[in-house]
Each structure stands twice: as structure tokens, then as C-alpha cells.
């Protein structure tokens, strides 16, 4: 049984069709990078995984729970899954400390203490642990980054989703994020990501996927894609991103 | 001139302007907390995509928001009286002056406030109810926990601003017979025939009260701005 199966999945935007028929699936421990142009719908995908999307058409299942099954409890599948946002969206009006541990504390019924301390074993592991009392508004963007990541995986997480993490970040904080991604990957984590990091899709990723205006172009193992993607289109944006 | 004013009264009717003006400030105390409590409930009724809540919401607000102050005081004077009467079975004067008027101010003010936290709520990116759902965290969660703590913080200022102004409309509940600040001094000023002094002392501590705390606002404003 696959970690995350996208049966199908279609989505409109009122008469926009933002989706058309996606179809993939995630094994256990495995890392997939979606890549592909701006709109291509990315983004809207891996919302769909975890619901912060609705989609009309299709179905997604992970650990073998129906998404979109009215019996789900979606706030229960959703704190099992990992999310990590673009725009980082740590809690502005919480210390990094209570950002770690609100999830924990409210969703899981952690005790503070406990929730406290594991937060703090992840912020030490991210390289953060002398951040612990500052507010999100007083770090660089790639400490929240990485706040963030702490933060879901506080959550003991089944799997993690990435959503662009890197995209909002200036060039010499990327590093940082990724090298705690990589090291997330290596692990055994299962993964999907949506970046443009090539460098991060050859390094760990098993399978690539790219998207181009709503449909799943290419789903296929890493070297594949980079020795000979199979369609112009992800020729093309191969060539328009790695040219430098 | 001078001599025309006769200050002293202020001083003769200090125990009844003192009662009045703590019925206008219990009136504002009772306004604010149930305007924001339910204005914060029908924000988020407005902005729910269930037509069921948001219209009905977004009606109420529209109506009372359509309507003269003075116009829902006298109409929830008559008209919570009857409505009343009619449930309970009893004639006439259930509810009275005080009640009605708690009633009609709980509704004004919740529409007023309603849409000040609407839009303190829309003011927060959209990311972070997702985050919040993303823990895992419900609709009642994400909103007690992520939302309405940081659209509050945006929105202090004008709500403060907002307060301000309830108060100095907790003045018009004189026109329904209440005894507040205002009602109080009028009444003494019919007994006594010093209407001007004790107007001018009404309209003096309004003001002192109202720029003192339109000052700490501002205050406020410059500090949460720094942040």
C-alpha cells in the first residue's frame, strides 16, 4: 500500500480547471519532487493531499485513509502530515518555543512539558536551540524556515509535504533549509516536495514529477528525468533552469 | 456676566450625576463586551462559505447598520417590551428602559464591531489558518488559537477608536427616560433651572475622558507599530 495515492484528482476554480486527472502515488520512505512552470498547479496538488484544497473530482488516500471521505477525520489525518509552507507561516504572536509546541499541546493532547521538550530536541536539531524564546518576526527567513520544519516534525509526522520551502528565501539562506531537508530525506522520511531546487531532486529525490498547466507530465525515476525526459515541454523547463 | 453661573450646583448634585454617569458606564461596559462577543461571532458567520450563516449575517449587519443609533433605542424600547410580553405572557413593561436599551446597544454595537473584525480577520494572509489546519488543528482551533489573537492585535487601535465613540453614544439613551450621565444632569438641571452649568460639566468631562483615552490609543498605535 502507497504512503499517498492521487487518484484522479481534478479541481476547478469556478469554470478554471486548475487540475486535470492527476495521478501518482508515494511509497513508504520515499522522496518525490513535483516541479514544473509557475501555475502549473504544484502548489494546488499538494494542497489536495492534505485537504487545504478541496478538489471535485478524484481521490486521495493516505496510510490508506480517504481524504475526501465524509466519515475522515480530517484535522486528525492532517496532523499526521507534515506541511511545510512558502511563506513559512510560523505564528507571528507566538515564541518560537510555543510555535513547537501549540500543535502538540492542542492536537495531540501532549502534556506543555512534554510538547516543550520535543520541540526543543527538533529546534536543536534544525541548529536553532538558542532560538527558542524569540518571536518568528526577530529570525532570518531560513531560521524560520527551519522553525517550521521543526515545528511539523515535532507533529511526529508520517510524511512530510513541502510546499516551494525554498521560494521566498534569499540565495544564501537556501542552504540551510535544504541541508536539514536532505538530511530529512536520508533518513527515511517520506516525502513530496514542490521546488525548483534541482540540485536538492538529484542529491534525494527518487522519482521527479512535472506538471505543466494542470496535468502530471512526467512521473518518472530520478534519472530519467534528468538524463532524457521524454516530453518537450519538461525539455524545455529543464533547459530554462539549468542553463546558468 | 460672571456672576450668572452658579457652579455650586455641580457640587449639590454630585451623588446624582455620579449614579448617572455609573449607569453610563455600566451601559458602555455591557455594550462593549457583547458587541465584541457577538460581533465577533457574526464576522465569522459573514465569512463562512455557508450561505446559511453568512447571508443572514451579512442582513443584520446591513439593516441595523442602515438605521439611525437613536431609531433602534426608541424601536427596542416598544418593541423588545412587546416581544417579550408575548413569550413570557405578561403585559406591558417585562424588559424596561435599562434592558431595551442594553438590548439595542448589544446589537448595534455587534454590527459595528462585526465588521471591524472582518476585516481584522480578512487582514490575516491566508497561510496561516492553513498552517493551523495543517497541525491538525479544527475550525474553532485555528481561529481561538491563530486568527482572531493576531486580527485583534491589528485591529486594537480601532476598536479602542470604536469604543470611544460608544461611549459618548451611551449618552443617547437619554431620550428613553434612562437617568444616565447626560439624563441625570438634565433632570437636575429642570429641578434646579441650571441646565447651562450642568451641561457645560457633562460636555467638559466627555471630553476629558474621551481625549484622555484617544490619547493612550495613540499611545498604543505607536508601540504595537514599532513591533
Known amino acids: 500500500m502507497p504512503m499517498i495515492d492521487v487518484q484522479k484528482v481534478s479541481k476547478w476554480y469556478g469554470a478554471f480547471k486548475v487540475l486535470t486527472e492527476c495521478t501518482t502515488r508515494v511509497e513508504k520512505g520515499e522522496v518525490v519532487v513535483i516541479c514544473g512552470p509557475s501555475g502549473s498547479g504544484k502548489s494546488t496538488l499538494i494542497k489536495c493531499i492534505n485537504a487545504l484544497e478541496p478538489f471535485q473530482e478524484g481521490q486521495v488516500t493516505v496510510d490508506g485513509v480517504r481524504v475526501k471521505d465524509p466519515a475522515t477525520d480530517l484535522p486528525k489525518l492532517r496532523s499526521r502530515i507534515g506541511m511545510v509552507f512558502q511563506n513559512f507561516e510560523l505564528f507571528p504572536h507566538m515564541r518560537v518555543s510555543e510555535n513547537l509546541a501549540i500543535g502538540q499541546v492542542k492536537v495531540l493532547g501532549r502534556s506543555r512539558d512534554e510538547a516543550m521538550e520535543r520541540g526543543l530536541r527538533y529546534l536543536d536539531r534544525v541548529g536553532l536551540a538558542n532560538q527558542r524564546d524569540k518571536y518568528p518576526g526577530q529570525l532570518s527567513g531560513g531560521q524560520q524556515q527551519r522553525v517550521a520544519i521543526a515545528r511539523a516534525l515535532s507533529m511526529d509526522p508520517i510524511a512530510m509535504l513541502f510546499d516551494e520551502p525554498t521560494s521566498a528565501l534569499d540565495p544564501e539562506m537556501i542552504n540551510e533549509v535544504l541541508d536539514v531537508m536532505v538530511e530529512l530525506a536520508r533518513e527515511g522520511m517520506t516525502m513530496m516536495c514542490v521546488t525548483h531546487e534541482m540540485g536538492f531532486a538529484r542529491t534525494v529525490a527518487h522519482r521527479v514529477i512535472f506538471m505543466d498547466e494542470g496535468r502530471i507530465v512526467e512521473d518518472c525515476a530520478k534519472d530519467d528525468f534528468f538524463g532524457q525526459p521524454r516530453s518537450e515541454r519538461a525539455q524545455l523547463f529543464l533547459s530554462k533552469i539549468l542553463h546558468h | ?227
Open chain 2, 1 to 227: 456676566m460672571e456672576g450668572a453661573f452658579d457652579w455650586a450646583v455641580i457640587w449639590k448634585s454630585r451623588q446624582i450625576l455620579w449614579d448617572g454617569f455609573l449607569l453610563s458606564l455600566q451601559l458602555f461596559a455591557i455594550a462593549l463586551a457583547g458587541g465584541i462577543v457577538f460581533g465577533t461571532l457574526l464576522a465569522m458567520a459573514r465569512l463562512s462559505s455557508w450561505r446559511v450563516l453568512s447571508w443572514p449575517a451579512t442582513g443584520f449587519v446591513n439593516l441595523i447598520r442602515s438605521i439611525p443609533f437613536i431609531m433602534a433605542i426608541f424601536w427596542f424600547y416598544f418593541l423588545t417590551p412587546m416581544v417579550v410580553g408575548k413569550i413570557t405572557g405578561q403585559q406591558g413593561e417585562a424588559v424596561g428602559p435599562f434592558m431595551s436599551a442594553v438590548v439595542a446597544f448589544i446589537m448595534v454595537e455587534s454590527a459595528y464591531y462585526s465588521e471591524i473584525i472582518r476585516a481584522g480577520i480578512q487582514s490575516i494572509p491566508r497561510g496561516q489558518p492553513w498552517a493551523a489546519y495543517a497541525l491538525g488543528m479544527g475550525y474553532w482551533q485555528a481561529m481561538g488559537h491563530v486568527v482572531l489573537p493576531q486580527a485583534f492585535r491589528n485591529m486594537l487601535p480601532i476598536m479602542l477608536t470604536q469604543a470611544i465613540i460608544l461611549f459618548q453614544d451611551t449618552s443617547l439613551v437619554y431620550v428613553v427616560g434612562l437617568k444616565d450621565f447626560l439624563g441625570a444632569a438634565s433632570k437636575q438641571g429642570q429641578i434646579t433651572g441650571r441646565i447651562v452649568e450642568l451641561y457645560i460639566f457633562v460636555a467638559v468631562a466627555f471630553f476629558a475622558i474621551c481625549f484622555l483615552a484617544s490619547q493612550l490609543v495613540k499611545r498604543l498605535q505607536a508601540r504595537i507599530a514599532v513591533r
